[in-house]
């Protein structure tokens, strides 16, 4: 699913410049290790996390994008370095449980080893 497509059914603000990118899957994590080891290439990657070193792990698993809900605040340094690096960052209001049972509406899941 193209990620524009998810960003309007879904009502989600983009906090960085967007690039047209195809999603994969979902991956649910607020553990950069975990989504260092266990995100795949193309998934939506879902954390409250906001620090910069969230640009770090997405780049390193190439996501499609980065998802903060609860309306997070995202420090501006890390929306520069995620413009400087191309990771598109996005914020929703939903909970991170209200936004897996929207994605599964959609039809995303995680991706199958």
């Given at each position: 699913m193209k990620l524009q497509e998810i960003i309007e059914k879904m009502n989600l603000k983009p906090l960085t410049d967007v690039e047209e990118r195809e999603v994969e899957?979902?991956?649910?994590?607020?553990?950069?290790?975990?989504?260092?080891?266990?995100?795949?290439?193309?998934?939506?990657?879902?954390?409250?996390?906001?620090?910069?070193?969230?640009?770090?792990?997405?780049?390193?698993?190439?996501?499609?994008?980065v998802l903060v809900p609860q309306e997070k605040p995202v420090p501006q340094k890390t929306i520069d370095l995620a413009n400087r690096y191309h990771v598109i960052i996005l914020s929703s209001g939903d909970s991170t449980f209200q936004l897996a049972g929207k994605l599964a509406a959609l039809g995303l899941s995680p991706q199958q080893g």
């Amino acid at each position: 699913m193209k990620l524009q497509e998810i960003i309007e059914k879904m009502n989600l603000k983009p906090l960085t410049d967007v690039e047209e990118r195809e999603v994969e899957g979902v991956f649910i994590s607020d553990m950069l290790s975990d989504t260092m080891t266990g995100a795949r290439a193309g998934d939506l990657w879902v954390t409250v996390q906001t620090h910069t070193n969230i640009v770090s792990a997405a780049n390193l698993v190439d996501a499609a994008a980065v998802l903060v809900p609860q309306e997070k605040p995202v420090p501006q340094k890390t929306i520069d370095l995620a413009n400087r690096y191309h990771v598109i960052i996005l914020s929703s209001g939903d909970s991170t449980f209200q936004l897996a049972g929207k994605l599964a509406a959609l039809g995303l899941s995680p991706q199958q080893g």
